[in-house]
């Protein structure tokens, strides 16, 4: 396995961890989730780490270009590189804005901004899936993120 391969599996299982664990914590309500879920800006930074030194990697590794990025040849639905870039360009905004300055000065619409992390999750799992092929590694996480996200949406807002 290349150094890019690491990297994006790092990058991949943390973010699948960061965004299934509200949802769980909201269902199960332990309170170490709870523990966990206060540190969810502080582990989406580490992925965040790990997508932007995959993205080095694979450029490294396979000797592109920068200019790969606004080749036409590079945007493609049908090409793992393609989801891959739309996973990074919404990346960018989110990590810029994981801070306590940008909470203070965005306010409410911070939270829109760090809802894009949702994007980036869909976009790498794609991405994933069209790099290996492998649905249980790319597609499953997305699934059960899925699910217990609508759960979790579904019992937070029942009436009592």
Do not use: C
């Amino acid at each position: 396995m290349s150094i890019n391969e690491i990297l994006g599996w790092i990058a991949w299982a943390i973010l699948a961890f960061v965004l299934i664990l509200r949802p769980l914590s909201d269902l199960i309500g332990a309170i170490f989730l709870r523990k966990l879920v206060l540190k969810r800006k502080e582990i989406g930074i580490i992925s965040a780490l790990f997508i932007i030194a995959h993205t080095v990697a694979v450029f490294v590794v396979f000797d592109l270009p920068i200019t790969a990025f606004w080749s036409e040849s590079s945007w493609s639905f049908s090409s793992a590189f393609t989801w891959g870039l739309l996973s990074l360009i919404v990346l960018i905004p989110v990590f810029l804005t994981s801070n306590r300055f940008s909470m203070l000065r965005l306010k409410k619409w911070w939270k829109y901004i760090q809802k894009l992390s949702y994007l980036i999750f869909i976009f790498a799992g794609i991405h994933i899936y069209l790099v290996d092929g492998k649905w249980l590694y790319s597609l499953v996480p997305m699934g059960v993120w899925l699910m217990l996200f609508i759960v979790a949406e579904i019992f937070k807002n029942r009436k009592v």
